[in-house]
């Protein structure tokens, strides 16, 4: 078998911007080129935004181009496991609305917010069976 592991910045910032929807990233794709640019011209350190605490680090990854509230979230949950992190898509806007119309009690889970989001993701997906 061979596997190969996931592009160095520099091999994907030489790409045009609609290279990669070949690999089914879509629209995506100019999300990506742009970003590994961003890497290889040094405007952003990923490095560096490893270190930093969640809300310095989600204001970071905004300034990317094509990232979200809810993507700067997860790549700040699932990455950088800043377990403060709550992304909130379609289907936990819609749980939030129907068990928590009042909205989320984050200050009561307070650090472990994404957790929290996960178990509520799960639940709405796999919890009514």
Do not use: W
């Not at 190969?4 to 994907?12: I, K, N, R, S």
């Amino acid at each position: 078998r061979v596997y190969y592991a996931f592009p160095e910045a520099e091999a994907l910032a030489g790409l045009e911007e609609d290279e990669l929807k070949k690999c089914n990233l879509g629209y995506r794709s100019k999300y990506v080129v742009r970003t590994a640019r961003s890497v290889v011209n040094e405007e952003i350190s990923l490095s560096q935004i490893r270190e930093m605490p969640y809300k310095k680090a989600k204001e970071e990854l905004l300034k990317l181009f094509g990232v979200g509230e809810k993507v700067a979230d997860c790549i700040c949950l699932f990455a950088l496991h800043q377990t403060a992190a709550f992304p909130v898509d379609t289907h936990i806007n819609q749980a939030l609305k129907r068990h928590y119309p009042k909205g989320f009690p984050k200050r009561r889970y307070k650090g472990c917010e994404g957790i929290m989001q996960q178990y509520i993701f799960y639940y709405e997906l796999l919890g009514k069976e």
